[in-house]
């Protein structure tokens, strides 16, 4: 009897880690707005991390969060920690590339609660006097994120997250004085 058991787990246990392994090995999550200002303004959001506080869905989680900025303070090289509490975590954002009213590249390295290390592209298309802001995170599935995957997609995960920082990043560049 506990040999059939042991069999019935160890095929249990197989059928489980096949079905992880067949799981995607990259995602993708991007949400799209369209904001009522020029694109060097919208840009100017996303491209100095000074700016983040105002508009980042995760800025105003946690009251107690520590930040850092290193480097230049903004652009290529500009570098934004944070460490907090567990709705927020800790990680680090490193600019990559920064295409003025563009795009703006960021390599997202998360500590906490997990680690992972992500890529985050703001891009920025002008539309008579409007912008149109793509906010898109890609990155690698390892077993655990596979796992997850099965029960909760990454995209509904940080989804609403993204289309709740463009609508306040859309708030912001709409009620900044003009330039």
């Known amino acids: 009897m506990l040999r059939k058991i042991l069999l019935v787990l160890v095929v249990v246990v197989l059928v489980f880690v096949v079905a992880v392994s067949m799981q995607p090995a990259d995602f993708r999550v991007e949400r799209t707005t369209t904001i009522a200002a020029p694109a060097p303004a919208v840009f100017a959001q996303v491209n100095d991390f000074h700016n983040w506080q105002a508009w980042s869905p995760w800025a105003k989680l946690d009251p107690t969060i520590q930040t850092a900025y290193e480097g230049p303070p903004a652009g290529p090289g500009a570098i934004y920690t944070w460490s ?3 709705k927020v975590g800790a990680g680090r954002m490193t600019i990559l590339a920064s295409h003025p009213s563009d795009l703006v590249s960021i390599r997202i390295e998360f ?17 008579g ?24 997609s990454m995209d ?5 997250d993204f289309e709740k920082g463009l609508a306040q990043m859309k708030a912001v560049a709409e009620t900044a004085p003009k330039q």
């Open 84 to 86: 907090g509490n567990s």
């Open 111 to 127: 500590l906490k609660p997990f680690s992972a290390t992500n890529t985050a592209d703001f891009t920025f298309q002008p539309a």
């Open 129 to 152: 006097n409007q912008t149109v802001v793509t906010w898109s995170m890609t990155g690698k599935n390892n077993f655990v994120s596979k796992t997850m995957g099965m029960f909760v």
């Open 156 to 160: 509904k995960m940080i989804g609403g």
